[in-house]
């Protein structure tokens, strides 16, 4: 099984819906993070969570919230999805107390397409 | 202001053709330099972490150095299961548990 997963894999919707992506790990990480990648753009940080207490605004917040429900479990959502948010986005957990700090491990990605 | 910076963005070599991979950056007080594979629609895989400057890893036909100001990602006799974009990131001092990502490098290895 994987360690990091991500519901739905892919989702098309419509502007101005309400849209939730959930990760899920089994690592026991402490931190969270979301990460939209564009084409040509790389990798932009959303949110990013250090326990379940601790939420962070990333680059590109703006139109995005976030949810902390368990340490296993985070949560993003789009209150009013716009076609500009049309992307892959990535989950990703580190552990700041293991013996390679800071790395990070991804889901697998969800496709959001916003018509 | 790009913190970190691969070059070239895409690469084609052919199948046996050893070549390098760059990455580099500008933070101050890097904790760490990390590379990543990611294949078309799939999440980034975990290559390898460098700490300081002089430190080598490898796996495979893959070799990861860093310098004070780069990292280089040599790719001996590659083949076409290669074939991915590889992703560097750094992590510094002053952004505790942040990771900071180049745009990548398209690499294609025709057979």
């Known amino acids: 099984d994987a360690d990091v997963t991500q519901t739905p894999r892919n989702r098309i919707t419509k502007t101005g819906k309400r849209i939730m992506l959930e990760c899920s790990q089994t690592?026991?990480?402490?931190?969270m993070y979301w990460y939209r990648q564009d084409p040509g753009l790389g990798l932009r940080l959303i949110y990013y969570s250090f326990d379940v207490k601790d939420i962070n605004k990333g680059e590109i917040s703006d139109g995005y919230s976030v949810s902390r429900q368990a340490q296993a479990k985070f949560s993003l959502s789009l209150e009013s999805a716009i076609p500009n948010q049309t992307a892959l986005y990535f989950c990703a957990t580190s552990d700041p107390f293991g013996g390679e700090t800071d790395t990070q491990y991804f889901g697998p990605g969800t496709r959001l397409t916003v018509l | 202001e790009d913190q970190v910076t691969q070059s070239p963005e895409a690469l084609r070599l052919q199948e046996g053709e050893s070549s390098s991979l760059n990455c580099s950056y500008t933070?101050?007080?890097?904790?760490?330099l990390f590379w990543y594979r990611q294949d078309p629609g799939k999440g980034p895989e975990f290559l390898f972490t460098?700490?300081?400057a002089g430190e080598e890893k490898e796996k495979e036909r893959l070799k990861a150095t860093l310098t004070k100001k780069e990292s280089f990602l040599h790719i001996t006799a590659p083949k076409p299961e290669d074939s991915a974009t590889y992703l560097c990131?750094?992590?510094?001092?002053?952004?505790?548990?942040?990771?900071?990502f180049g745009r990548g490098t398209q690499l294609t290895v025709w057979p």
């Open positions: 690592k026991g990480h402490d931190r």
């Open positions: 990131a750094v992590a510094r001092g002053s952004t505790l548990g942040r990771l900071y």
């Open positions: 460098l700490y300081s």
């Open positions: 933070v101050s007080g890097l904790r760490g």
